[in-house]
């Protein structure tokens, strides 16, 4: 229901306050950003009483409540989200309108938090948006980094990092500062064991530590017209002694400078490196750090009104988003041993009925294992408590498997070959270990985890990701999200599943042509923001391929820019033949340090400079890479796309997100059979798509034959050799032989102890270009083409992260959701 507050004339004069508070200047002085803050505040106010109802209604209720701890929340914008979900985006647009100010223009001020690397920060957000929206009890535990994912500059076709800082105001609008929470962290030192004289039970407790103070910052997670708001818990460090004279005079000033840097330093930046493990120091220091203020503070809120700490798997469960909140399980440990008392058996059964784990890769160079010299040294009682948990792991193995424990021991030990190997401790300290697709979960089954699926069976299950319909229909396509509301209701912004009464439209002439014109309009807005944004002109009428994620050797980018030059060379050979126009859209970041993905970038400028300034091709082809693509600008991409290139090696996307969010906006999938996508098709049916390539089997079958002979390919194909020629004959380098030289290398020679092709892209090229002809033969047909498009829509049910996590709370959670009053009713 609408709060009063919103409605027109109370919110006007509610903004104009709010900037005379805040800003002590008029409407009519004030800027975009202070009416921006003003609408955020104004907002808060109303967000702020039923996050408090929240807070009533979790204590009334006792639910059990869910902990979702990740290094990484890619939250996007919070404004038009919170309004939306409040109900009062509609009548605050009027509202602002009436007074001349364009609600774009607010909303565009405000700074994306870009708190998360991709799809595994940005799945966890949709999650708290669906879990409060399905009124879960949740916790999202996170850390806040004063710099999230740097933004990229696009400068002479290279890419270069600009620090993010999301916080220049200082603060963030919708955040608060919760410093009567604050949680000591401890790091380093040594073990100290005590006995106790009475009992004679051995007491451990690290000493000669340093400390930092972890102090919360809550944003609030506003559920979909329900009254619930959840809670984004982000941690940030403070010094706990600023050089008290105290340190002066004991002689400890130096631990007081190291305590200050180290507070300073560990919260700075988010690691912007996906799929691959940064083996940091601080990254380590990093996930301690808000794993033990997360679960001190659950412990504590668990005992402040109940009184058996064995029963905390009743009332709380952690789920680890990767391995990189791991340490959740040796934390919890060591809190119900050391400061809980309970013994071994007893702590190892609560921490094992309460954590829970997702793997989200199978990528080799993400897994994560930390030398035991670090890791000892940083957290001595943490390891120690991980050797135990080890050793009687391992014992249980020798127990199990008398025959062939060495090997078992090899393959499942946490502690193995001077590493402490994450997934292994995650999988033995919990109770649920799920994949993210139907096929990634199968592949964990029947490979990656073997071992472990056949020890435990029961623990393995599979949760297709899902997206929230929320953001990426309602807020970021409004014209699509108030067409299918004439066509089947408003209920799908709830229940994405009644998208499928759209599928009686899929032959109506009528719904075709307003799906087309839609789409149109939505190319035309793209199309302005890359004229704005990147000075290239694209033509909303041509096709509008779109490839947008972060970039990776195994996504293949170079394999879409590779056939973009392939079709340029068909084109000018004959430029007689009918071509249907085509823009292709790129938008990615590299990892700072990751020079041949940095290379890729660098070639698809070089490519779009020669194609989009060569008139003879009379605009054919356009070339477009979107700079620092991220949440804002992805709602607006999608919304404009007509292909969805989702073209990863089978068996390397674990499932993809950005996939759904196309098929959710009306695109045709162009792609492998990988990940989520094998499940796209099997809703809409492969007629709907355009699927090429080896399969994830083939791969895996050519892998442990040591790989293909990519050369069998360049020998063998003309177009092929070519292409590949032009990487190193200076066609797209102004001359220089020597600039993609390297990625030339890699296609055709191994490399540093590397395949030649690694990811198939000549094994896979042929079947590419043949499918990009089928989508070009299809669009011809634009009947044809609008009947997928909507057919697409009307399958896209499957996909909502609501369905996600109502599969998450009753098959691993074990939850129910709670109700909170409307304090208006
Ligand atoms: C791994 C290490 C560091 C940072 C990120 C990762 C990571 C990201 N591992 N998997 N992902 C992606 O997770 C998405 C959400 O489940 C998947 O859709 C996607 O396929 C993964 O690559």
């Not at 967000?47 to 639910?63: F, G, L, R, V």
């Not at 919360?216 to 809670?231: A, C, E, K, Q, S």
């Not at 668990?302 to 009743?314: A, F, G, S, T």
């Not at 890729?600 to 700079?627: Q, Y």
Request: net charge negative.
């Amino acid at each position: 229901m609408l709060k009063p507050i919103f409605k027109k004339e109370t919110f006007k004069k509610e903004v104009k306050d709010e900037i005379r508070r805040l800003f002590r200047t008029t409407l009519e002085e004030a800027t975009n950003h202070q009416i921006y803050q003003a609408v955020c505040y104004v907002a808060k106010d109303v967000i702020i009483d039923n996050w408090m109802s929240t807070q009533q209604a979790m204590k009334e209720q006792d639910p059990k409540i869910v902990y979702y701890m990740s290094m990484e929340f890619l939250t996007g914008r919070y404004l038009g989200n919170n309004l939306l979900a409040l109900t009062a985006y509609g009548e605050v647009k009027q509202a602002l309108e009436e007074m001349n100010i364009d609600i774009d223009a607010i909303e565009d001020e405000e700074r994306d938090p870009a708190l998360g690397n991709g799809g595994l920060g940005r799945l966890a957000a949709c999650f708290l948006d669906s879990l409060a929206t399905l009124g879960y009890s949740a916790y999202g535990c996170g850390i806040r980094y004063h710099y999230g994912m740097f933004r990229q500059q696009i400068k002479d076709g290279y890419q270069i990092e600009q620090p993010d800082n999301w916080l220049e105001d200082g603060a963030y609008p919708f955040e608060l500062k919760r410093p009567e929470y604050a949680k000591e962290i401890k790091f380093g030192g040594y073990v100290a064991v005590d006995v106790d004289k009475t009992t004679g039970r051995e007491q451990f407790r690290q000493a000669g530590y340093q400390s930092v103070r972890a102090i919360p910052y809550d944003l609030p997670i506003v559920g979909y017209n329900n009254n619930v708001v959840n809670t984004l818990r982000i941690w940030d460090a403070e010094a706990i002694n600023d050089f008290s004279l105290d340190s002066f005079d004991k002689g400890d000033y130096h631990k007081a400078v190291e305590q200050e840097n180290l507070a300073h330093t560990l919260t700075e930046v988010l690691y912007p490196n996906d799929n691959h493990m940064a083996g940091k120091e601080l990254r380590l220091r990093q996930q301690y750090f808000f794993v033990s203020a997360s679960i001190q503070t659950a412990v504590q809120k668990y005992l402040r009104d109940h009184d058996d700490i064995r029963k905390l798997p009743e009332k709380a469960v952690f789920h680890m988003n990767d391995t990189h909140p791991t340490l959740t399980v040796p934390e919890l440990m060591r809190i119900l041993l050391d400061e809980q008392h309970l013994d071994w058996d007893e702590a190892w059964e609560v921490v094992q009925k309460s954590c829970a784990y997702t793997n989200h890769t199978i990528m080799s160079e993400a897994l994560e294992k930390w030398p035991i010299e670090l890791f000892s040294r940083l957290l001595p009682r943490i390891y120690q408590i991980v050797e135990e948990i080890n050793r009687r792991f391992c014992d249980k193995l020798q127990k199990t498997y008398p025959q062939n424990a060495d090997q078992k021991i090899r393959s499942m030990a946490i502690i193995y070959d001077g590493m402490v190997r994450m997934a292994n401790l995650a999988i033995v300290g919990g109770f649920s270990v799920n994949g993210v697709a139907k096929l990634h979960t199968e592949i964990l089954k029947k490979r990656e985890l073997k071992d472990f699926y056949e020890l435990w069976p029961e623990k393995f299950c599979n949760k297709t990701n899902g997206i929230t319909q929320r953001r990426f229909l309602l807020h970021g396509n409004p014209l699509l999200a108030d067409w299918v509301t004439n066509h089947v209701g408003s209920e799908w912004v709830t229940d994405l599943s009644r998208l499928s009464k759209l599928a009686v439209y899929a032959d109506d002439e009528k719904a075709q042509a307003e799906f087309m014109n839609i789409k149109y309009k939505n190319k035309v807005r793209l199309a302005k923001y890359i004229l704005e944004n990147n000075g290239v002109e694209v033509d909303p009428r041509s096709i509008f391929d779109v490839q947008v994620k972060r970039l990776h050797e195994y996504k293949r980018q170079l394999l879409n820019i590779l056939h973009v030059m392939y079709l340029y060379n068909k084109i000018k050979e004959h430029p007689e033949l009918p071509f249907y126009p085509r823009t292709f859209i790129f938008g990615a970041k590299a990892s700072a340090g990751y020079e041949r993905a940095k290379k890729i970038i660098k070639l698809i400028n070089n490519v779009a400079e020669v194609i989009n300034n060569d008139t003879s091709i009379k605009g054919k082809i356009k070339v477009v890479f979107i700079e620092d693509y991220r949440v804002s600008n992805a709602e607006w991409i999608y919304a404009a796309a007509d292909v969805s290139e989702q073209i990863s090696t089978a068996s390397k996307e674990a499932s993809g997100t950005g996939n759904m969010k196309f098929m959710l906006n009306g695109a045709l999938t162009l792609g492998t059979l990988d990940g989520a996508n094998v499940e796209i098709v099997e809703e809409v049916g492969e007629e709907n798509a355009f699927i090429f390539g080896l399969s994830a089997d083939e791969v895996i079958e050519y892998e442990k034959n040591g790989g293909y002979d990519p050369m069998q390919y360049f020998n063998s194909d003309a177009d092929i050799r070519n292409v590949l020629m032009q990487l190193i004959n200076g066609r797209y380098s102004v001359g220089d032989m020597e600039l993609f030289r390297d990625l030339y290398n890699s296609l055709l020679y191994p490399q540093g102890g590397n395949r030649a092709d690694v990811y198939f892209i000549l094994a896979d090229f042929k079947a590419y270009a043949v499918a990009q002809e089928r989508v070009s033969a299809r669009y011809l047909h634009e009947e044809a083409w609008a009947k997928s498009a909507i057919l697409n829509i009307a399958h896209a049910g499957k996909f909502s992260s609501d369905r996600t996590i109502e599969e998450y709370a009753k098959e691993i959670w074990k939850m129910d959701p709670i109700t909170v009053r409307d304090e208006n009713v």
